[in-house]
């Protein structure tokens, strides 16, 4: 993955970078001028900027094992078109897409083995986090991991692969900023704009369990630990 490689100002500025966060728990307040509990109530949302920071290291590392054995790759949809997002996984299971459809995968077609297994370190973080959101008792059993370059995008569309539609979804972004486009229970309904930064983790369940989503193209840039790219994890409940 090349981390700091990319960036020519990498050590001293991510110390800087690091001191300079939030790293106190807020709930949803790049969202609401109103209480935060009451827009994570509204949106089923809950918004942890930097909760990710304290581990920042070693899930970099994690990540960066993962995708030793299952390289991160440009999948195709159904329709044959090449995603701009590079994706790989860890779990029982991995999402995949190609011309036969979207689902999950006990293999990675890539390589015809199994997925890494999900990291001690991811599995603690979402569960922390799941709970601070209410929801007791997150496991997830698979975790999707999404490289945008400067000017990937996911255009929207509803998760509805896994089985149990109860259980949250964890979301962690690392590097590069990201503008999360968070719609409605219709295509049509206009997205809010949520900023994503460098270790924020969001839980979304409940309501928003089926929303349409997406994320703008991502802006050039370089971010001092992690490089010339945006990283997010969805941790979640499969099967
Ligand atoms: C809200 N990934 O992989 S993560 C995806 O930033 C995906 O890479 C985005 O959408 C990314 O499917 C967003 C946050 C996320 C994931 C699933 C959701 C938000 C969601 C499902 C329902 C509502
Ligand atoms: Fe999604």
Redesign the pocket.
């Known amino acids: 993955m090349a981390r700091g490689r990319l960036c020519a100002q990498a050590g001293p500025r991510a110390l800087r970078h690091r001191s300079s966060r939030r790293t106190a728990l807020s709930l949803t307040d790049d969202l609401f001028d109103g209480s935060a509990a009451e827009g994570a109530a509204r949106l089923g ?1 809950t918004h942890l900027p930097g909760f990710a920071l304290p581990c920042e290291q070693t899930l970099l590392a994690d990540i960066e094992a993962i995708a030793t054995a299952a390289p991160f790759r440009h999948m195709l949809t159904p329709g044959g078109q090449r995603m701009s ?1 590079a994706m790989t996984n860890c779990g029982a299971v991995g ?1 995949v897409t190609d011309r036969k459809g979207y689902r999950y995968d006990p293999l990675d077609p890539a390589t015809g083995r199994a997925w890494p297994a999900l990291p001690a370190s991811f599995a603690a973080l979402a569960a922390r986090a799941a709970s601070l959101a209410g929801f007791a008792r997150f496991g997830p059993d698979v975790c ?1 991991i ?1 490289r ?1 370059e400067p000017g990937a995008r ?1 255009s929207l ?3 509805r692969d896994e089985r149990d539609l109860s259980a949250p ?1 964890v ?1 962690l ?1 690392l590097g590069l900023d ?1 503008t ?1 486009l ?1 719609g409605g229970l219709k295509r049509s309904d206009k997205p809010f704009r949520l900023p ?1 930064r460098h270790g924020d983790v ?1 839980v ?1 369940g409940g309501a ?4 349409y ?3 703008a193209p991502v802006v050039d840039g370089c971010h001092p630990v992690v490089g010339r790219m945006r990283l ?1 994890l ?1 941790m979640r409940r499969a099967r």
Request: glycine content about 4%.
């Open positions: 949302l997002v999402w999707l999404n945008y996911m569309h509803q998760d979804i979301s972004s990201a999360f968070f994503l969001v979304w928003t369990r089926l929303a989503h997406g994320v997010n969805t």
